[in-house]
């Protein structure tokens, strides 16, 4: 594997040119662009000369018909008639910036749309100052960097290292534009653990991410397919908002080969860019804590008029967090058939909002339908702009029969054996140096450590030490609201005019009933409202009653106290001993201050 890291450094110092014409958030402006040229430059170098030679063959052919028979001669998804590239334009120091147009101007019309995207052209002009010479420095220096070689994941690697650095300077969030590739491959690595289809000889499957970023999901789904069977074809769509995200994606997936007209640019949320397909994989990060005010009147229409006939019939989220819209988004998608589905989250989708709530009856929706599989706690500090805990979903229409009804968490944390001090780490370890708030990082080492062994965690269905499966009603919970009786100030109980008692409000309570619960032997059983109230409430409160109109249904996953172990106290005898030895300590200290 070629260093992606030294490509990326060696591209990054090209950057110091702008130094001083340029402010640092918008070094971006200018590298990225010029990165995705000079990426494209080397992989039509090979057959460029074949293209210029068929040229006057086709001169009375239409545009597109010019760029379907050049892109079969270029063997590519587009092709490049200029005759100039980057040793070229190089080469001609006095006529840079026309002769980089006429490069840019020369591809094909898909590419030359992508290019479009950086809105780079405006920045021609500025960067062939005459006084700075900015633009011939910055042609030559990428004309020394060699990206022929580089794999669409080494590219891949190369433009995520890129844009986390240019986001650092500007205070954009990086993880916006793109996932941790191990992180990628562990979802894949789930997603696909199971699927026997993928095996079979010219099978073709599509994959979906409705905020693809610069598409490392696509591209670690690809190439696993790939990997498991030659044979197989995986056809990708994807949507981005970010325009230079957008066009890094489109332009990785055209020259890798496939239909960069699969990729749209936009807001999911405002305009499907595939409203009417359907897929049989997807996987996404949105964007965690996102707002939705923008779209809100769209989103709000859409849950009212069309309501389960569109995308946002369970429910609307609170509105500064739209993580859940992206997930009735991509359920919306499912094929009749079967699709399958990986998203990362934040620990908010779990249990945000009380019952009735929109995130409430969202879960409510997806739980009940029996289409949430498992949730996979990941360790915390694995992205770039955040440390915070992180949590992938997997959700299914066509759940194995062993799987059917129940739901499966796995706490891949790595916090147990950190506490216990038990065996070396199975989920995680220290990268050699930091990147943003990224510090760890997940192996791939077999099955006994990271990927894999979740995967077989996944795989295997069994519970035990970092595996809990449990139905689905266990979620579930009734909230009811507990009157007491109102009394006057001689202790009687007030009543209507139907001879009811009257609820005093200063005593209003409110109970979470689970569906389930332990019987004697420690195995759930159902209850019922009155059951739990019998048992738990009129005990110490015997005149409540519950108001049954204001009853609720609401569904919760409390990740964390599953699998939380009750931790023995120390003992008043070690924690005097602890304190007898700091105050011996601090005597010491203070001895040999004075002395001094």
Known sequence: MIDFKEKANLIWKVADLLRGDYKQSDYGKIILPMTVLRRLDCVIAPTKQKVLDYMPKIEKLSDSAKDITLNKIAGLNFHNRSNYDFVKIKADPNNVAANLRNFINGFSTGAREIIEYFDFDSHIDRLDDPKTDLLFKIVEAFA????????????????????????????????????????????????????????????????????????????????????????AKMEVFGQEINPESYAICKSDMMIKGQNPANIKFGNTFTVDGLENEKFDYMLSNPPFGVDWKKAQKMITDEAEKKGFAGRFGAGLPRINDGSLLFLQHMLSKMKPEGSRIGIVFNGSPLFTGQAGSGESEIRKWIIENDWLEAVIAIPDQLFYNTGISTYIWILSNKKSADRKGKVQLINATGTKDEEIGQNPNRFWQKMPRSLGNKRKEIPENGDTKGIGYVTKIYGEFTEGEFCKIYPKEFFGYWRVTVEQPLKNEKGKIQKDSKGNPKPDSSLRDYENIPFLRKDENGNLVSQSIQEYFDREVLPHVPDAWIDETKTKTGYEINFTKYFYEFKKLRSLTDIKEDISALEKETIELEKTVLEL
């Open 144 to 231: 020394d960097i060699d990206l022929s070689e580089m794999t669409s994941m080494e590219m891949g690697y190369v433009f995520e290292e890129l844009i986390r650095k240019f986001s650092e300077l500007s205070n954009e969030t990086a993880g916006e534009h793109f996932t941790p590739r191990e992180v990628i491959k562990l979802m894949v690595n789930v997603l696909f653990v199971d699927e026997k289809d993928i095996f079979k000889k010219g099978i073709v499957k599509t994959l979906y991410d409705p905020a693809c970023g610069t598409g490392g999901m696509l591209s670690v789904g690809e190439s696993f397919i790939k990997e498991q069977n030659p044979d």
